[in-house]
T-cell receptor, first 117, second 114 residues
Framework: NAGVTQTPKFRVLKTGQSMTLLCAQDMNHEYMYWYRQDPGMGLRLIHYSVGEGTTAKGEVPDGYNVSRLKKQNFLLGLESAAPSQTSVYFC????????????????FGPGTRLTVL | GEDVEQSLFLSVREGDSSVINCTYTDSSSTYLYWYKQEPGAGLQLLTYIFSNMDMKQDQRLTVLLNKKDKHLSLRIADTQTGDSAIYFCADGGSGSSNTGKLIFGQGTTLQVKP
């Protein structure tokens, strides 16, 4: 099993350009997440999905869009990149959880390092 | 909203013990996690503790949980240079949202000097 994979690994964009980051998981997980990691800020949740065809906003959704057309894929789009979106982006997935007092380990991809000039 | 706080940096000598601390605000949290991020890589689960436990030991790792003070710590015994990484504390919340969301701290960079 490859686990969670992310494409591309690195990318440099100019301000105003658009791009899509692809996340794929082969663990049949229901839930998927996109985070950004910035120094001293930890991981901040951008968007997440609890199933195919559903998405929801996280903590820092502005400037990003997502789609979950297939269960195994979660796409993160930047329509008009800004220098403030320079960051390392991580995708994660986890199995469905239900009810209270549940164990919800997330499995992470290797990250995409994005620079916006 | 709920929050998780960690100090940003810890430096120790090889062979010493390392203690990384974390505080959280959600009193209904059920599982709390420690993730490790090695340079240039994604996060991997290191260990976790359930809220009805005070302590959990796993080889060189000891997790202590003080629910009253909402304080979590990770102790690494006999710290090695290979332990140099960023360590994230994460709060799983109560689970009632059925989203699997975790709230992460800022991450503590552990530097191990030979």
């Amino acid at each position: 099993n490859a686990g969670v994979t992310q494409t591309p690994k690195f990318r440099v964009l100019k301000t105003g350009q658009s791009m899509t980051l692809l996340c794929a998981q082969d663990m049949n997980h229901e839930y998927m997440y996109w985070y950004r990691q910035d120094p001293g800020m930890g991981l901040r949740l951008i968007h997440y999905s609890v199933g195919e065809g559903t998405t929801a906003k996280g903590e820092v959704p502005d400037g990003y869009n997502v789609s979950r057309l297939k269960k195994q894929n979660f796409l993160l789009g930047l329509e008009s990149a800004a220098p403030s979106q320079t960051s390392v982006y991580f995708c994660a997935s986890s199995p469905r959880v239900a009810g209270v007092r549940v164990y919800n380990e997330q499995f992470f991809g290797p990250g995409t390092r994005l620079t916006v000039l | 909203g709920e929050d998780v706080e960690q100090s940003l940096f810890l430096s120790v000598r090889e062979g010493d013990s390392s203690v990384i601390n974390c505080t959280y605000t959600d009193s209904s949290s059920t599982y709390l996690y420690w993730y490790k991020q090695e340079p240039g890589a994604g996060l991997q689960l290191l260990t976790y503790i359930f809220s009805n436990m005070d302590m959990k030991q796993d080889q060189r790792l000891t997790v202590l949980l003080n629910k009253k003070d909402k304080h979590l710590s990770l102790r690494i015994a006999d710290t090695q240079t290979g332990d140099s990484a960023i360590y994230f504390c994460a709060d799983g919340g109560s689970g009632s949202s059925n989203t699997g969301k975790l709230i992460f701290g800022q991450g503590t960079t552990l530097q191990v000097k030979p």
